[in-house]
C-alpha cells in the first residue's frame, strides 16, 4: 500500500536498510544503541532493521563496549565477505582489473597492457574478460557471488534501452561502440552480474568522494589528468557526479590539433600526450620506443634533477611551465563556472607530476579566475593513488546494492506483464 507521498511500505524498509548499511559501512562498527540518532530511525526500527541485515548475512558483530551501568553494546559492522565486486579501469597505458569484497579490500588483480595505447575494442573486451577470469580463479569466488562489474573508459556513455552502455570514444577510435553488448556476448558470467560502465573521470570522482580528498565536501571537481584530461563534477544536484569533457574545452583559438580532431583543446596543451610531443618538438629528448608514463618519468628527471645533482633542462621546465600555465587557466573555468570548494587532481600523469608541479598550477588558476570563488577553493592532489579508478568503477554496484537496502535486483519476469499491471501504469501520471 502506498503512502500520501506516493512510497509503500516496501520503499520504507528499503531506504531503511539502506540508511542503516551506509552509516555502518562509513562509520561503523556502531552498536544499536548508537545508531538510532545517526541514521534518525526509532529503536525498534533499528532493531528490526538490523535483524534482517544480520538475517541475510550483511552484517556481523565487531566485539563489544561498556555502557552507563548497564550491559556491555555489541558492536556491528558490514560484514566483508557478504558480496564482491570488480573494478575495471580501461587506461590509456594498461586495463586494469580488480577484485574486492563488500569493503573494498582488493583480493587479487589482473593488468593487461595496451601496446601503444591501441584501442582495438576486440582487444580491449578480451583483456577484460580474461581479467574478469583470472582475478575470480585467484580468489576463489564464483560468479554469482558478484554485486556487478563496474568499468571507467575514455569517452561518453550513453544508457540505451536495447544495447545497454555504449561508448563514444572520438579520442581513441570509438564510434559508438556497444561495449555492454560486447561484454556480455563475450564474458561468461550469469545475466544476474550486471554491469556498471561509466567515464574513468567520474570512477576516479566516486573514489575520491568516498574515500579520498573529497570527503565531506558537497561541491567539488576532480581532475583525472592522464594522456588526456577530464574532469568529474560533484554537487547537490549531481551527488555521485557527472562527467564533463573538460578536455575539450577551447583554448586557443586555431591551436594544435587535439587527437578529437578539433583546434585548441585543452587537452592539446594539458595532457601527458601533449606535453610529451611539445617537449620533443622543443628539442628535448624523450626515450625511444618509451611508454608515456616511462617518457614522463625521463622528463620530469630531466627538468628537476634529483638532490639538485646535475643542470635542469631548461626546455623541459618551460613546457612542465606552460603545460601548468593551461591547466590552471583550464582549472579557472571550472572554478568561474561551479564554484567548487575542493579540485582534486587524480590520475597517473597529474600523481606523477605530484607536488612540483601543483603549485604552479594553482597559482595559474587563481590568477585566471574570479576573485571571490578562487579564494573560496583547494586545489590538492587527489589522495587514492593509480588504482582510484579502478576503487570508484567497483564502487559503482557497490553503491547501486546499497541503493536497493542490500538487495541484489531482481530478475526481470519473462512473457509480457499482468494486464492489472499494465492499467496502473497507464493511469500513473508522467
Given at each position: ?88 579501469d ?83 577510435g ?27 573521470a ?70 601527458a ?35 639538485g ?20 587557466a ?81 530478475p ?15 493511469r500513473?501520471?508522467?
Amino acid at each position: 500500500m502506498a503512502g500520501r507521498n506516493g512510497r509503500t511500505v516496501r520503499d520504507l524498509r528499503r531506504a531503511n536498510r539502506t540508511v542503516v548499511l551506509q552509516r555502518l559501512y562509513f562509520d561503523g562498527p556502531l552498536s544499536r544503541f548508537e545508531l538510532g540518532p545517526v541514521t534518525g530511525l526509532s529503536s525498534g526500527s533499528v532493531s528490526n532493521v538490523v535483524s534482517d541485515l544480520v538475517a541475510d548475512g550483511l552484517l556481523e558483530e565487531a566485539g563489544s563496549v561498556d555502557s552507563d551501568g548497564g550491559r556491555p553494546r555489541t558492536l556491528l559492522r558490514v560484514a566483508p565477505g557478504s558480496g564482491h565486486m570488480i573494478g575495471v579501469d580501461v587506461g590509456e597505458t594498461r586495463v586494469r582489473i580488480e577484485l574486492f569484497d563488500l569493503t573494498l579490500t582488493e583480493l587479487a588483480r589482473a593488468e593487461r597492457p595496451l601496446e601503444h595505447q591501441r584501442y582495438e575494442v576486440e582487444v580491449i573486451v578480451g583483456h577484460i574478460r580474461d581479467g574478469i577470469a583470472e582475478v575470480l580463479a585467484t580468489a576463489g569466488i564464483p560468479p554469482e557471488r558478484l554485486l556487478g562489474v563496474g568499468i571507467g573508459v575514455p569517452g561518453i556513455v550513453e544508457h540505451t534501452a536495447d544495447r545497454g552502455a555504449v561508448v563514444h570514444g572520438q579520442t581513441i577510435g570509438w564510434p559508438a561502440v556497444p561495449l555492454e553488448a560486447l561484454l556480455r556476448a563475450g564474458i561468461e558470467l550469469p545475466e544476474s552480474v550486471p554491469y556498471f560502465i561509466d567515464n574513468g573521470a567520474k570512477t576516479l570522482g566516486q573514489a575520491e568522494m568516498w574515500f579520498g580528498g573529497g570527503r565531506g565536501a558537497h561541491n567539488a571537481v576532480v581532475v583525472l589528468f592522464g594522456s588526456g584530461v577530464g574532469a568529474c563534477l560533484v554537487t547537490a544536484d549531481v551527488e555521485h557526479g557527472r562527467a564533463v569533457e573538460w578536455g575539450h574545452l577551447t583554448v586557443r583559438v586555431r591551436g594544435r590539433r587535439c587527437r578529437c580532431g578539433a583546434l585548441g583543446c585543452l587537452e592539446a596543451y594539458a595532457g601527458a600526450e601533449s606535453l610529451l610531443q611539445r617537449w620533443s618538438e622543443a628539442g628535448g629528448q624523450p626515450p625511444q620506443g618509451a611508454d608515456e608514463e616511462t617518457a614522463l618519468t625521463a622528463m620530469l628527471a630531466a627538468a628537476y634533477p634529483v638532490d639538485g645533482v646535475g643542470t635542469a633542462d631548461p626546455v623541459a621546465l618551460a613546457v612542465l611551465e606552460e603545460t601548468a600555465e593551461y591547466l590552471g587557466a583550464g582549472l579557472s573555468d571550472l572554478i568561474n563556472l561551479f564554484q567548487p570548494e575542493r579540485i582534486l587532481i587524480g590520475g597517473w600523469a597529474g600523481l606523477q607530476l605530484g607536488a612540483r608541479f601543483l603549485p604552479s598550477v594553482r597559482r595559474h588558476a587563481t590568477a585566471y579566475a574570479l576573485r571571490h570563488p578562487a579564494e573560496k577553493v583547494t586545489v590538492e592532489l587527489g589522495r587514492l593513488g593509480p588504482d582510484a579508478v579502478t576503487v570508484g568503477a567497483a564502487i559503482l554496484p557497490l553503491a547501486d546494492f546499497f541503493s536497493r537496502g542490500g538487495r541484489r535486483p531482481e530478475p526481470e519476469p519473462e512473457g509480457p506483464a499482468p494486464a492489472w499491471r499494465t492499467a496502473l501504469q497507464e493511469r500513473a501520471p508522467h
